[in-house]
Antibody
Framework: MQLVQSGAEVKRPGASVKVACKAS????????IHWVRQAPGQGLEWMGC????????NNVQKFEGRVTLTRDTSIRTAYMELSRLTSDDTAVYYCAKRPPHDYAMDVWGQGTTVTVSS | QSALTQPASVSGSPGQSITISCTGTSSDVSGYNYVSWYQQYPGKAPQVIIYDVDNRPSGVSNRFSASKSDNTASLTISRLRSEDEAHYYC?????????????FGGGTKLTVL
């Protein structure tokens, strides 16, 4: 089982970034995909999750509509798009999956570094 | 939803045991039996070491154990080893009747002296 994320990104303030998370080795539509970020030297922050089967999403209100979670089941890939970037969004972004019958994130992607700088 | 509360740091000597606490509320820790714990080394992705309060995934050492009482979950690491030095995060899944919500603790840095 594996989640492989897209590569590092450097963005200007105000821009958007879209991170991909490709799944392999498990039934993609049976596992909710979560997105977690970690700012430099800080702890883990949950951003939201998507049910790949239904497409239903649940996002943290903190991001005030800046986060969009989508998926493409034909290529077993989940996406996290974050808009109106500021320097506070500089972080490593992780995707992780929750298996169908347990409540934990059992497989994590390698992380995608997003740097927001003018 | 506020973050769960963990001590910023704990330390212990090889062979000793340490416990990391994780305090939440009735809306998360005490309301659901879905507390998990993650170990994270610098520059690496977190790895789950405990799920559903006190279950160890296959391959995780039995030196790791966990429990929950009221609003506080606890992770105990027995017979400390140098490789246990890492950050540890607790996590609670909530609202599991619909698409779940997750809250993490602030993380605890474990130093093995």
């Amino acid at each position: 089982m594996q989640l492989v994320q897209s590569g590092a990104e450097v963005k200007r303030p105000g821009a958007s970034v879209k991170v991909a998370c490709k799944a392999s080795g498990f039934i993609f539509t049976d596992n909710n995909i979560h997105w977690v970020r970690q700012a430099p030297g800080q702890g883990l922050e949950w951003m939201g999750c998507i049910n790949p089967h239904s497409g239903d999403t649940n996002n943290v209100q903190k991001f005030e509509g800046r986060v969009t979670l989508t998926r493409d089941t034909s290529i077993r890939t989940a996406y996290m798009e974050l808009s109106r970037l500021t320097s506070d969004d500089t972080a490593v972004y992780y995707c992780a999956k929750r298996p169908p019958h347990d409540y934990a994130m059992d497989v994590w992607g390698q992380g995608t570094t997003v740097t927001v700088s003018s | 939803q506020s973050a769960l509360t963990q001590p910023a740091s704990v330390s212990g000597s090889p062979g000793q045991s340490i416990t990391i606490s994780c305090t939440g509320t009735s809306s998360d820790v005490s309301g659901y039996n879905y507390v998990s714990w993650y170990q994270q080394y610098p520059g690496k992705a977190p790895q789950v070491i405990i799920y559903d309060v006190d279950n160890r995934p296959s391959g995780v050492s039995n030196r790791f154990s966990a429990s929950k009482s009221d609003n506080t979950a606890s992770l105990t690491i027995s017979r400390l080893r140098s490789e246990d030095e890492a950050h540890y995060y607790c996590c609670s899944f909530t609202n599991t009747n619909s698409l779940e919500t997750v809250v993490f603790g602030g993380g605890t840095k474990l130093t093995v002296l």
